[in-house]
């Protein structure tokens, strides 16, 4: 029972590289979401997916791209990172019912330096 | 303004006292409301959602109060395994899912 699988786990970059962070899930949820958490600022929409096909930005767009690849498969990519892009991402999938619960993956700790 | 805001606390509470959290929401098209915990470099996880007319989980009951757009928490008789960040959720007719600052407490034997 996978439920949200988020990888790699940890990853340092330096300043200018590039990367994709990958998430899947297996609960046949329409709806993917891709937040970042940094200390003292709660978790934060960077993008989200309501079904295969469509992605919109969510309150932290700019530097992250996003590809919503089929139903299980939402990855982040950062074209150029940045040391403020040093966070740790949750990737989340929800059925889109009014009280339908958000399961997370366990979380991509990224450093930029 | 933040849409979804939270007393960030710490709340230092002694083990088997009563703790309640608030927490208002600005966007009156949110839908439905949840209560997520999360311990120290963990995922979020679901506590409990969080009805019009007020639900009980246990030792947990959550309000919601809809013309106010307020939503609170109430633990009864405190655990050390209930120290954690409580984080207040809500999800928007429009799918997106948005989270308060969270709300850290800790209980104190």
């Known amino acids: 029972n996978a439920g949200v699988t988020q990888t790699p786990k940890f990853q340092v970059l330096k300043t200018g590289q590039s990367m994709t962070l990958q998430c899947a899930q297996d609960?046949?949820?329409?709806?993917m979401y891709w937040y970042r958490q940094d200390p003292g600022m709660g978790l934060r929409l960077i993008y989200y997916?309501?079904?295969?096909?469509?992605?919109d930005k969510g309150e932290v767009p700019n530097g992250y791209n996003v590809s919503r690849l089929n139903k299980r498969e939402f990855s982040l990519r950062l074209e150029s990172a940045a040391p403020s892009q040093t966070s740790v991402y949750f990737c989340?999938?929800?059925?889109?019912?009014?009280?339908?619960?958000?399961?997370f993956g366990q979380g991509t700790r990224l450093t930029v330096v | 303004r933040k849409e979804v805001e939270q007393d960030p606390g710490p709340f230092n509470v002694p083990e088997g006292a009563t703790v309640a959290f608030n927490c208002t929401y600005s966007?009156?098209?949110?839908?439905?409301f949840f209560w997520y915990r999360q311990d120290c470099r963990k995922e979020p996880k679901l506590l409990m959602s969080?009805?019009?007319s007020g639900n009980e989980d246990g030792r947990f009951t959550a309000q919601l109060n809809r013309a106010s757009q307020y939503i609170s928490l109430l633990i009864r008789d405190s655990k050390l395994s209930d120290s954690a960040t409580y984080l207040c959720?809500?999800?928007?007719?429009?799918?997106?899912?948005?989270f308060g600052k969270g709300t850290r407490l800790h209980i104190l034997p």
């Open positions: 997916s309501a079904s295969e096909g469509t992605t």
């Open positions: 959720v809500v999800n928007r007719r429009d799918d997106k899912i948005i």
């Open positions: 609960m046949n949820h329409n709806s």
């Open positions: 989340a999938s929800s059925d889109p019912r009014v009280w339908a619960e958000a399961f």
């Open positions: 966007n009156s098209a949110s839908q439905s």
């Open positions: 969080v009805y019009s």
